[in-house]
């Protein structure tokens, strides 16, 4: 439930250094693209941030979302501003479950209608039957937990676009959240997992301005998914020398060359992985060997082959062509005959006019 | 789907099919045509052999021609050899080659393959401008023209897609795969179809001269 503590308070009780905070908010003040000026600002705004009610609501999903921002080593104060949160909701994290767990949703939504954050990760199945809580279809929830909502993050690849749940042939009929909602403010933060700290980037943006950042085309957050990976990635002069690892076991695998020709999808990927990395900065894929699998982007699962360098572009379909070639093998026979016809015609009537 | 699914899918695989579909009907629809054999005494008695070395004779224009045809023959030159390290050069390329045929072979820096594009596309813009400038020359058709821009897009566009010029990576990415796929799907139907050709059309005047006895 929503008390009076400031972020700034819990922070304090926490242990955490005004240092630390500032260091905090200038990266990010930095992430989000905003003036150097703007760092104080930032950090008073989220020191007087009151505790927003947030609901989270897991459908066709596998938790790795809510592992990605929980399990890190050592607590940071990304994870501490998510702890600041005032969670409601949570069917994986909270204590209590069965009817004490939906009441708590329904006093929530209700006491802040209007003004709770409506977290979602996993897919929505179109046929009711095929995911329930509490005997609710994920579908039926997301509408009557939506209606109520300031603003929605789907957070994770199947809440944005459907991921896994949705790849071919689509079982369930999985749908994303911005299928179905269309009149609330949605954003979508797209990984598998997202990065945390776009999780709480965009929570620490909505306590201090009060609204969603810009986005992209895709709805996420320009300020993390603003560049392609490819462009950031350390291993990039490697792809413009030409030297790259033929396979992972090989002398450039061994000395990092670039893993373009293994299936790395990060000249098509939009995220901050190459910069932000992971457990406290890290690695990131890449970084420990395996090419970007492009899990930011929409239906990454169905565009062919993860090793392929050339999705989709592969000629699974190598009887098409020789198909092909023997159709024109058939007409050009067939015109050629039809000429040559023609043209002893033409000579037969040519003599028998002399 | 994307526009880069459909131009990593549908589009280049139609435009493959449509291409060696093409190129054999053309191939086999003149080749079957074949004239009868010359009856008469041939003049030379190596005349075959001296006809089939045209194949490789006519690849430099003749001594008389030399000063007239420079310009052209130098811009010709430069744009085969650069789109020809373009096509077997870049790796992306030469990975999309290596998923149909199975063949690889080692790239070369993208420093490299950007040059060359230039040198491609810069000559391709040379040959135009004498083609423009020259009608009588050249008689050219609306279908010349075709050839010369479906050539020179995807020119332009893996340029641009490199140096992340224009839209977004991927979208020029896609409009890049459509262009080549554009080209690919034209190839029969114009005078790209020379790639093909220039072996058996020299040949064949090769031969028909060197029957005559005429000093080729």
């Not at chain 2, 009907?25 to 005494?41: M, P, Q």
């Amino acid at each position: 439930m929503t008390t009076g503590e400031t972020l700034g308070e819990f922070l304090g009780r926490q242990g955490v250094s005004r240092r630390a905070f500032l260091k905090f908010c200038s990266a990010m003040a930095s992430m989000m693209a905003l003036p150097a000026a703007s760092v104080s600002a930032l950090a008073d705004a989220l020191e007087q941030a009151r505790r927003p009610s947030v609901i989270w609501l897991s459908f066709q999903e596998c938790t790795g979302c809510t592992e990605a921002l929980t399990r890190s080593n050592t607590p940071s104060i990304e994870g501490l501003i998510f702890d600041f949160i005032s969670l409601d909701y949570h069917h994986t994290l909270q204590a209590a479950s069965g009817a004490a767990a939906e009441a708590a949703r329904e006093e929530a939504m209700h006491e802040n209608a209007g003004q709770y954050l409506l977290l979602v990760d996993g897919s929505i199945p179109s046929v009711k039957a095929y995911s329930t809580i509490a005997g609710i279809s994920n579908l039926d929830m997301l509408k009557d937990s939506a209606a109520g909502a300031a603003a929605i993050i789907a957070i994770g690849t199947c809440a944005a676009y459907g991921g896994l749940p949705k790849a071919a042939p689509n079982p369930t009929g999985a749908m994303s959240v911005e299928e179905i909602i269309t009149d609330r403010p949605i954003v979508n933060i797209p990984g598998c997992p997202p990065l945390p700290l776009a999780i709480t980037g965009l929570i620490a943006h909505y306590l201090t301005m009060g609204s969603m950042p810009e986005l992209d085309r895709l709805g996420r957050p320009l300020a993390f998914y603003g560049e392609n990976i490819h462009d950031r990635c350390y291993r990039r002069p490697f792809y413009d020398r030409g030297l790259f690892a033929e396979t992972f076991d090989d002398e450039g695998a061994r000395r990092g060359w670039c893993l373009y020709k293994l299936g790395c999808k990060a000249p098509e990927t939009y995220n901050a992985c190459a910069q932000v990395k992971w457990n406290q900065g890290t690695s990131f894929p890449i970084q420990s060997g395996h090419g970007c699998i492009g899990c930011s982007e929409p239906n990454f699962w169905d565009k062919g082959g993860i090793y392929d360098s050339v999705a989709m572009g592969q000629f699974g379909s190598g009887p098409k062509i020789a198909v092909a070639a023997s159709v024109g093998a058939v007409a050009g026979a067939g015109a050629a005959l039809l000429a040559r016809d023609k043209k002893h015609k033409t000579e037969t009537k040519m003599h028998s006019d002399e | 789907m994307t526009l880069l699914d459909f131009a990593r899918g549908p589009a280049i695989h139609w435009s493959l099919i449509i291409m060696a579909t093409g190129t054999i009907w053309r191939l086999l629809g003149v080749l079957v045509l074949t004239r009868g054999a010359d009856l008469s005494r041939p003049r030379d008695a190596f005349g075959n052999f001296k006809g089939y070395r045209t194949v490789f004779s006519r690849a430099w224009p003749s001594g008389e021609f030399t000063t007239a045809t420079r310009y052209q023959t130098a811009m010709a030159y430069v744009f085969h050899l650069a789109t020809l390290v373009v096509v077997i050069g870049i790796v992306p390329h030469i990975e999309f080659i290596t998923r149909l045929t199975g063949a690889s072979w080692p790239g070369l820096p993208n420093a490299a393959g950007v040059g060359a594009g230039v040198l491609a596309l810069a000559s391709l813009f040379a040959l135009i401008a004498r083609r423009v400038s020259k009608p009588a020359v050249y008689c050219s058709t609306w279908g010349d023209y075709l050839s010369w821009v479906l050539m020179a897009a995807p020119l332009v566009t893996g340029l641009m897609a490199f140096a992340h010029l224009g839209p977004r990576y991927e979208t020029m990415l896609a409009i890049h795969i459509l262009s080549a796929a554009l080209l690919f799907a034209w190839f029969p139907f114009g005078k790209l179809m020379h790639a093909f050709w220039f072996v058996f059309s020299r040949a064949q005047s090769g031969v028909a001269y060197a029957h005559k006895g005429v000093r080729i």
